[in-house]
C-alpha cells in the first residue's frame, strides 16, 4: 500500500499518542463508503465501523456514532439514548469538530472530544477496519480496542 497522507500521518501520530501500535494504511481507490472500504480492504461490509457525526438538534453539539457498515442507524434510538434529536451535519460542522472530511472521520483522535455511541453489532468481530483521517486511509482494530481508546458507550444502534 502507498504512504499515506498528511492527514493520515498526523492521525497515525495521534494513534501512538494514545498507546497504540496499530498502522495506518492507504488504500489504492477510495474508502469514502462502507462498501468501498470492504472492497478495498477484501473484508465484510459488516466489518468496518463507519463513523457518522450528527448535530444534535436542541443543543447543536456532535454525536459520532460509530456502526458496522452493514447497519443503518435508526435515529429514534439515538434521539432515546442522546435525549436529543440528531440532525444531518454539514461538511463544515463535520470538520470543525472533529478536523477531518466526511469519508476519512477516524472513531477517535478529533479536534475536540466528542459523545460517542459504538454500535454493538461490531463486537462479533475479531477484526474491525475503520477511517483514518482521510478518504483513502484505513486502520484495522479489535472491537475491545475501539472501545477502549473511545471510551465509549456500546448500544444498539440499528
Known sequence: MAEVSKQAEG?????????????????PDSARTAQEAADAIGCEIAQIAKSIIFKLQQSGEPLLVIASG?????????????????????????????????GGVPP??????????IDEDLLQYDTIWAAAG???????LTPEELTQLTQANVVQVC
Not at 494513534?15 to 494504511?25: A, E, I, T
Not at 443503518?72 to 477531518?100: M, N, S
Open 108 to 117: 477517535m483522535g478529533h479536534a475536540e472530544p466528542i459523545r460517542t455511541l
Open 70 to 102: 452493514v447497519n443503518r442507524i435508526d435515529e429514534q434510538k439515538i434521539e432515546q439514548l442522546a435525549g436529543d434529536a440528531p440532525g444531518k451535519a454539514d461538511a463544515k460542522f463535520v470538520r470543525a469538530h472533529t478536523g477531518y472530511v466526511i
Open 134 to 140: 482521510h478518504p483513502k486511509a484505513v486502520f484495522e
Open 11 to 27: 492521525f497515525q501520530q495521534k494513534l501512538k499518542g494514545m498507546g497504540s501500535d496499530r498502522k495506518v494504511k492507504e488504500l
